[in-house]
């Protein structure tokens, strides 16, 4: 089946800070991932959807200056959180869907960020 | 304002029981619904989905059921085992868009 690889699987850093997360499509081409955030015991939002050769659509209330997102291939899109700060920590995770499934989206394994 | 709600938070159920999530949803008009487990730390993985037209999916123990009038959706797992513990989270498309949007999940324990 489909399968997204998400990179690192944790990271800590200090603030002010960048952190780059990578979400790849092993087998299967994604012009579309999807960003999403989750707070402890609370619900995945979704921050952007990331677009291959063009700009990622962000959500109302998320910066794009703060979290960019860039899909460069078909199957690489990457998000890069700048100049991070404590309330940035969350489990940052990323979906595609293979077009060759008739249904679903494919998650990636997320990455806990914590900014110290 | 559009809401999608899951009924319970946590639901605790004994093992071999039915447990039964509820999705509902408002100011929505999903062409499907689906249905994801999460595990803690890990991502969701998609389970179930279900179209407009269809009342009722089945996989296995798990059973879906959509009823668009009521805006709402039923997953059930029958004979219920521990390892069926991890939160289940209802999710929709957004109108027209291709992305999805997720309920705020039930935390589902199956006690031996």
């Known amino acids: 089946g489909a399968v997204v690889s998400q990179h690192p699987s944790w990271v800590i850093c200090k603030s002010g800070t960048s952190v780059k997360i990578e979400c790849r499509s092993l087998?299967?081409?994604?012009?579309?991932m999807f960003w999403y955030r989750q707070f402890p015991k609370q619900s995945l939002m979704l921050m952007a959807t990331s677009n291959e050769g063009s700009k990622a659509t962000y959500e109302q209330g998320v910066e794009k200056d703060k979290f960019l997102i860039n899909h460069a291939s078909l199957t690489l899109s990457t998000l890069t959180v700048t100049s991070a700060h404590p309330e940035d920590s969350s489990f940052y995770i990323c979906?595609?869907?293979?077009?060759?499934?008739?249904?679903?989206?494919?998650f990636g394994s997320g990455t806990r960020l914590t900014v110290v | 304002s559009q809401k999608i709600e899951q009924n319970s938070e946590a639901l605790n159920i004994q093992e071999g029981k039915t447990a039964t999530l509820t999705c509902n949803y408002t100011?929505?008009?999903?062409?499907?619904l689906q249905w994801y487990r999460q595990d803690p730390g890990r991502g969701p993985v998609f389970l179930l989905l279900?179209?407009?037209?269809?009342k009722e999916k089945r996989k296995e123990r798990l059973k879906v059921t959509f009823d668009t009038t009521l805006k709402q959706s039923l997953f059930h797992i029958t004979a219920s085992q521990p390892a069926d513990s991890a939160t289940y989270l209802c999710?929709?498309?957004?109108?027209?868009?291709?992305?999805?949007?997720f309920g705020s999940g039930t935390r589902l324990s199956i006690r031996p």
């Open positions: 979906s595609a869907r293979d077009p060759g499934q008739a249904v679903g989206y494919t």
């Open positions: 100011n929505y008009s999903p062409a499907y």
């Open positions: 279900i179209r407009e037209n269809e």
């Open positions: 999710a929709l498309d957004n109108s027209s868009a291709s992305k999805i949007i």
């Open positions: 087998d299967f081409q994604a012009t579309t």
